[in-house]
């Protein structure tokens, strides 16, 4: 599977971008898919997933209410719309495939394939 995270960007505090993630190969509907962020210095972290089916997600404490998840299956696409943004989240954002037998984990280690990292800016 390869990945294409797009959709970064700069807006100021309070606005909204929506990142998209294309995928091609076989087996997309198999994965779950997840995001994760690495702000510069830091770590990276998991931000959001979506199991297989789509009817799991899971949200880091930070995103809740402010950042949804979902996929198109046929489409081979997963996207994250994010709202009321604030700087905290400038990051680049990567989003990836594969979880625990296709049901969403927080662990990036559990996630077999990545994309190239979209960069989201959001200014004070």
């Known amino acids: 599977v390869q990945l294409q995270a797009f959709g970064g960007g700069l807006v100021q505090a309070g606005g909204s971008l929506r990142l998209s993630c294309a995928a091609s190969g076989p087996s997309f509907s198999s994965y779950a898919m997840g995001w994760f962020r690495q702000a510069p210095g830091k770590e990276r972290e998991f931000v959001s997933g979506i199991s297989w089916s789509g009817r799991t997600t899971l949200y880091t404490d930070s995103v809740k209410g402010r950042f949804t998840i979902s996929r198109d299956n046929a489409e081979k696409i997963v996207t994250l719309q994010m709202t009321s943004l604030k700087p905290e989240d400038t990051a680049v954002y990567y989003c990836?495939?594969?979880?625990?037998?296709?049901?969403?984990?927080?662990?990036?280690?559990?996630?077999?394939?990545w994309g190239q990292g979209t960069e989201v800016t959001v200014s004070s």
């Open positions: 990836a495939a594969g979880g625990r037998f296709g049901q969403v984990v927080d662990v990036a280690r559990e996630y077999i394939y």
